[in-house]
């Protein structure tokens, strides 16, 4: 189903028409359907129902809205955190302790024990350094911390380099050769309970082969561990199936294919399955809503200046990604462009040469899967606002959160007394 259908011409989330939301929040605005993200939720639950009674722990980077979360919290999905804030945000939003998975490279002490205090299904770890350290926190709070391996299994997974965590240079997991060493060590250590392995080898993944190449190394693996007496409860699969951008690229596999890959490669594993999709389930389900400042004449096609730009959404300027671009009220008529923000840098481009809907000035366009990686990654470059998020429900919306203006930074800011004391006089 599309939640973003054109009717009577106009581009609309669900039943409310886009330029309601344009006039009513101001752009730019990130606009979510919550029908198209729980859509998603649900068809990646029915095709791993065959695989037990899995955990979809959504991956809160990909969008850590609130409300967000709370869909996905009433959804019955889980949590994968990075950080003691995500962790944070996940508890508030209604996802319970126990569907919480803590990943990430560089956790610190003080977020170990956050998340001890406040409860979690595992910790993922990275390494035998972050092994030691979780031993020792939670041994001081007289706790036993649940840890799963998360290993680097040395498998390119054909995605672009920035997103890649799987490759035997990349700075996450322990090297799958090292990993019953881990195990060991890990065993050895006061204060922690390997329950499972853990593995994702990056982001946007169109094809199953890196996967299930990742994935049959870690069958293996649970063998030798198993073998040399460890207890292997859980497999964490990862998340990192990608979508599809472009509608001229190759179709991805589908969320069923990639749930009869894991059934077929995981046949016998008798572990609990957990998985963190993130992009999967919010991609499609956003747009960003933006106008169109001026049409500016160009030395090879005119420029579309937005008020939208590489702040609000990064991934073009930072992954080269593409992203659909099209009018809000498309008059039939096309023309080629370059599509640019505001901001100061030439990367500030989302589109070179690209053949979209003919527009002018004050016109509202919108930029596609916009839903994960968009609000999450946006920053205040150029003194910009960060931009405000719309959930949208049926003919219902919200506005899920504000915009922050000019006046909001300045207050957190603050000048000492001695700037400039010297030139003074
Ligand atoms: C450990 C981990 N889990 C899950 C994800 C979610 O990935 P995706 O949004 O591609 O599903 C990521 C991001 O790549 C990640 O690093
Ligand atoms: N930020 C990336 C995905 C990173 C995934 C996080 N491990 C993107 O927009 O594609």
């Known amino acids: 189903m599309n939640h973003f259908p054109p009717r009577d011409g106009i581009v609309h989330c669900e039943d409310v028409p886009l330029p309601q939301l344009a006039r009513a929040v101001g752009t730019p605005v990130f606009v979510y359907s919550s029908g198209a993200m729980l859509a998603q939720a649900q068809r990646l639950r029915a095709a791993l129902a065959p695989l037990g009674d899995p955990l979809i722990a959504y991956a809160v980077k990909a969008n850590p809205n609130a409300a967000v979360l709370a869909t996905m919290a009433a959804a019955g999905l889980g949590a994968d955190v990075v950080s003691g804030g995500e962790y944070a945000r996940a508890r508030a939003s209604g996802v319970p302790a126990g569907k919480i ?44 911390a649940p840890v799963a391996i998360r290993v680097n299994p040395d498998v390119e ?26 195990a060991a060590r890990v065993k050895a250590l006061p204060g922690l309970d390997l329950a499972g392995v853990a593995v994702h080898i990056g982001s946007q993944l169109t094809s199953l082969a890196p996967l299930e190449r990742a994935f049959g190394k870690l069958g293996a693996l649970i063998a030798e561990l198993r073998a040399a007496g460890h207890d292997i409860r859980t497999a964490d699969l ?18 069923e294919d990639y749930g009869a890959m894991v059934a077929r490669v995981t046949r016998g594993w008798d572990v609990r399955l957990i998985f963190e999709p993130g992009r999967l389930i919010v991609g499609d389900a956003g747009v960003l809503l933006t106008e169109v400042i001026r049409v500016k004449a160009g030395a090879a096609q005119p420029f579309v200046v937005l008020d939208a730009a590489m702040n609000d959404l990064m991934r073009p300027s930072l992954y080269d990604a593409w992203h659909g671009i099209e009018a809000v009220r498309p008059d ?20 070179t040469a690209r053949l979209i809907d003919r527009v002018a000035a004050g016109e509202l366009m919108i930029i596609r899967t916009a839903g994960a990686y968009g609000a999450t990654m946006a920053s205040t470059y150029n003194s910009r606002a960060l931009v405000p998020e719309v959930l949208v429900n049926g003919a219902e919306w919200e506005v899920v959160r504000e915009r922050r203006d000019t006046e909001a930074f300045l207050r957190e800011e603050h000048v000492p007394a001695w700037v400039g004391r010297e030139l003074v006089g």
């Open 101 to 144: 998975v803590f990943s990430g490279v560089g956790k610190t002490a003080a977020e170990m024990r956050r998340a001890l205090e406040g409860g979690l299904r595992q910790f993922n770890l990275e390494s035998a350094e972050e092994a030691e350290m979780l031993s020792a926190v939670a041994s001081a709070m007289g706790r036993v």
């Open 238 to 255: 990862g998340g990192g199936l990608g979508l599809r951008y472009d509608p001229s690229a190759p179709e991805p596999p589908s969320i």
């Open 157 to 182: 997974a054909g995605t672009h380099a920035k997103i890649s965590t799987g490759a035997a240079h990349s700075k996450f997991g322990i090297p799958i050769a090292d990993a019953i060493d881990a």
């Open 332 to 351: 039939g008529e096309t023309m080629i462009a370059d599509i640019v923000g505001p901001v100061c840098e030439s990367g500030d481009t989302f589109a």
